[in-house]
């Protein structure tokens, strides 16, 4: 049992340089991000680092009222803060003050290995060693895993990580083992951490709570009289040990305990989700408080088909064959039908809740409705749930492999099972056609010679009008967006008076300059003029002019 462990330890560390290296594909020597939410993440993990604050002061902002911002970042009282959730901004500024700025980029994957390290020390007690080993590798593999692991400021890699350490304290009780020779290490010190580990994925997410906070009260009372009464206590204060600082940086930064960057009252979208319309009438206060934009069973089982089940479909198959092998020892020789069983049920409910509250939203973050990607937002939602399917996939595998008749046959399966799985994960995460890794990293680099080269028109105290290139000028330039939008055009005089400002979008028609140049400027006292044309964009300068 040694000698597998420790090889089990040694194939895992192979594949987890693998996928660190791998998982580093997106990071420039200047960093620029695909999203508004993880410029965001970066700037305030920075200035969190920094200055030990999660705000920034913007003067203009006091004089003009709380209108330039970009996406994913709130103006509120002359301040710019997070649009979205605290936790990882706070966590990763506290690695940055420690290891310095480069560990930012290195973070998420670092967090994500040992994550999978955690998940075989789980699966090895539910399932056995050797499919712990395959579901290990599995997860590796697994295209949402290893897609957001690389656009590692987004919340979602960290948040599900979390909860997996959270398990392997509860479950493995790691400093266990270290008390046989080091007395001093409390009892209760497993619980204390995994209570801390749920509080810290809330603190990453915490729009997460509902169900986190079901699922961990269950697992209590199921491990509850081989845990001890008083180490479930302890778990609880750990809990509420980690939601005190929340709580805290939200009193600080927006007046309220309980309020977000989402409920602090901006009225401008902060993100491109467009949701379905509640009634009132026919949808309960407390349900829509729980799930914001309804529950549309239907709506949500079209999204799980295409983005849960059709788009990695290889994973799809091996999960229907693998869940009814559960029931079955296949090949390993302590299984625990009751851990198994329970297994499943976990499974279910975490499944059907994530389908329900994120499938019934209708999310569109590519500019292409119609196209489904691996870039679109229900995967990372939906992340617990891919992870929580390895064991069935690992299963499947095994099934498939023993049914070979000799031992040379059933590695040369094995091999061939895993070489095809590990391409097909790679295909899905590095070489989609639009949101694929590669392509975005071709485009990352392509948005970095727009950005130098704009710098190099426009002056550092600009303020920027943008559609969705809030993420390649932020945080260096100031932003406002939409153009289209009447509350912006009011704007633009004072605006313009105060700071260079500057449109950068989509190439204005000639049409539609000479439209803004004769009718729409002239009574603001402003004209437009073309600077620079970068592909289909163009970068224009809003002039001050006296008719």
């Not at 790691?174 to 580990?197: K, N, Q, T, V």
């Not at 319309?277 to 729980?290: F, M």
């Not at 899905?428 to 990352?444: H, I, K, S, T, Y």
């Amino acid at each position: 049992m040694a000698s597998e462990t420790k090889q089990h330890f040694f194939i895992l560390v192979f594949f987890s340089c693998l996928f660190f290296v791998s998982s580093l594909i997106l990071t420039l020597p200047r960093p620029l991000y695909n999203s508004p939410d993880e410029t965001a993440n970066a700037f305030f993990a920075q200035t969190f680092a920094k200055h030990g604050r999660l705000f920034i002061s913007e003067p203009l902002n006091e004089v003009l009222g709380d209108v330039l911002y970009p996406r994913s970042i709130v103006a509120f009282h002359g301040r710019l803060l997070p649009g979205s959730f605290l936790g990882l901004p706070v966590l990763y500024g506290l690695f940055i003050r420690i290891f310095g700025g480069m560990s930012l980029s290195v973070m998420t994957p670092v967090i994500a290995v040992f994550a999978v390290f955690a998940w075989y020390a789980i699966l090895r007690r539910l399932f056995g060693s050797r499919t712990a080993l395959l579901a290990s590798l599995l997860l590796f593999s697994h295209p949402a895993w290893w897609y957001y692991t690389a656009r590692g400021l987004m919340h979602n890699v960290l948040f599900t990580s979390c909860l997996i350490f959270a398990a392997f304290f509860f479950l493995v009780h790691p400093f266990h083992f270290f008390r046989e020779r080091f007395r001093y290490i409390p009892s209760w010190i497993d619980a204390l951490l995994g209570g801390m580990c749920v509080g810290f994925s809330l603190f990453v997410r915490t729009s997460e709570a509902v169900w986190v906070g079901i699922l961990f009260f269950v697992c209590l009372f199921w491990i509850g009289k081989r845990f001890g009464w008083f180490r479930i206590v302890v778990a609880i204060f750990g809990v509420i040990l980690v939601l005190i600082p929340l709580l805290l940086f939200n009193r600080s930064l927006y007046s309220n305990l309980f309020a977000t960057g989402y409920t602090v009252g901006i009225a401008d979208e902060q993100a491109s989700i467009v949701s379905i319309p509640v009634s009132p009438q026919t949808q309960d206060r407390s349900l829509v408080e729980i799930a914001p934009f309804g529950i549309h069973p239907r709506i949500a089982w079209m999204n799980v088909r295409l983005y849960g089940i059709e788009l990695f479909w290889w994973i799809s198959v091996l999960v229907l064959l693998g869940i009814p092998l559960i029931f079955t020892k296949n090949g390993e020789q302590n299984v625990s039908w009751h851990a198994r069983g329970a297994y499943l049920f976990l499974f279910l409910f975490v499944a059907g809740w994530l389908a329900l509250m994120y499938g019934s939203w209708t999310i569109h973050d590519n500019p292409d409705p119609s196209v489904v990607t691996i870039g679109n937002s229900y995967i990372r939602y939906w992340l617990p749930i891919f992870v929580m399917t390895t064991p069935f996939v690992a299963l499947a595998v095994q099934w498939i492999c023993r049914r070979a008749r000799t031992q040379f046959a059933r590695r040369f399966a094995y091999g061939c099972m895993m070489l095809l799985l590990f391409g097909l994960g790679m295909r899905a995460a590095f070489f989609a056609p639009q949101d694929g890794l590669v392509a975005m990293r071709e485009r990352l680099v392509t948005y970095t010679a727009i950005r130098d080269r704009v710098f190099i028109l426009t002056e550092p105290d600009a303020v920027f009008i943008v559609d969705r290139a809030d993420k390649l000028f932020f945080p260096e330039r100031r932003i406002r967006y939409p153009l289209r939008d009447e509350k912006t055009y009011a704007l633009l005089p004072d605006i313009a008076s105060r700071a260079p400002l500057y449109y950068y979008g989509i190439t204005l028609p000639e049409v539609d300059v000479n439209y803004l140049n004769t009718e729409k400027l002239p009574p603001l006292g402003l004209r437009i003029e073309h600077r620079e044309t970068f592909g289909q964009e163009s970068l224009y300068h809003f002039v001050l002019f006296h008719p």
